[in-house]
């Protein structure tokens, strides 16, 4: 995400060992790098070591495309293989909302992006229905309709396969499902594996299946709220990377549920995007490291 300043964003995670912090410092000092940020985290049970910094893009001598290779030296001498990345702040970041009926989700993402306190570029929506195309080109953004027969497995296939192509064409660093409600086969959870959020409620696995609040309601719950998390084949198993919760009594009724977990997904799916967008969240597994 863009700031004030323009700054290259390093993330690493490697076996733990001593001088991993010295030798990414030193191999930054010697190039001229002004760290403005950095955090450390250490797992103690995989012995696995996690770094995210930022560092002053006017204060390197190169872009950050030779930034990019000379740290790929640092993080194969610290044995990080894949596990490292470095952006640029200075681009606005492209995003794909995926989207089927319910609004709630979609109608706070565009006014945060219309509000300049999202500075995202959203690429596209596209929804299985055509009910927030309004909204959607009244933002000026492609809406695409992509419908997805219940019984025709066929069908479905291809309306996946239409899916791919039209998010794919859109390069994104994030495919937001903003309340979707179709699930994604595993060949596109892998190949969007890292950068496909999702919402729910929380309530899973404890409420399953359909009318969730309603269910929630009859167990007289005080706590409702929403987890947003990575995309995986296993059904709303992905690393968690932001949950909130609500308090509830008995005085609400359902349709008062409904509403305050609406709430509560918006903020969640909110916080979980920009944590992604800024680069923040490094994945071990089926866990987050969000620095």
Not at 46 to 62: G, K, M, Y
Not at 92 to 118: A, F, N, P, T, W
Request: net charge neutral.
């Amino acid at each position: 995400m863009p700031t004030t300043e323009r700054r290259y964003v390093i993330r690493l995670a490697c076996p733990d060992r001593t001088g991993i912090v010295a030798a990414i410092a030193g191999f930054l000092a010697e190039a001229g790098g002004w760290i403005v940020e950095a955090a450390y985290h250490t797992d103690p049970e995989t012995n696995w070591f996690f770094t995210r910094q930022e560092v002053r893009a006017d204060s390197l001598p190169f872009d950050v495309a030779e930034l990019r290779e000379r740290f790929g030296a640092v993080a194969r001498g610290l044995h990080a293989q894949s596990d490292w990345s470095v952006t640029d702040t200075g681009g606005r970041r492209r995003v794909v909302i995926l989207v089927s009926k319910e609004g709630h989700c979609l109608y706070d993402l565009l006014g945060r992006v219309q509000s300049g306190e999202l500075d995202v570029d959203v690429r596209a929506v596209v929804g299985n229905h055509t009910d927030l195309a309004a909204i959607t080109r009244a933002h000026g953004i492609p809406f695409h309709h992509v419908p997805f027969p219940a019984c025709e497995p066929e069908g479905k296939r291809a309306a996946f396969a239409q899916l791919r192509q039209l998010v794919d064409a859109a390069k994104p660093d994030a495919v937001v499902l903003a309340r979707f409600m179709q699930v994604l086969p595993p060949e596109l959870c892998a190949d969007w594996a890292g950068k496909a959020l999702n919402i729910h409620h929380s309530f899973l696995p404890s409420f399953v299946g359909a009318r969730p609040y309603h269910q929630a309601h009859r167990r007289g719950v005080k706590l409702i709220g929403a987890t947003c998390h990575y995309v995986t084949a296993e059904l709303d198993a992905g690393p968690i990377v932001e949950q909130d919760v609500i308090r509830v009594d008995h005085r609400d009724s359902v349709v008062d549920m409904v509403r305050k977990g609406r709430d509560i997904e918006k903020v969640v799916l909110a916080r979980g995007l920009r944590a992604h967008l800024e680069s923040r969240i490094l994945l071990h597994g089926n866990k987050t490291v969000i620095l």
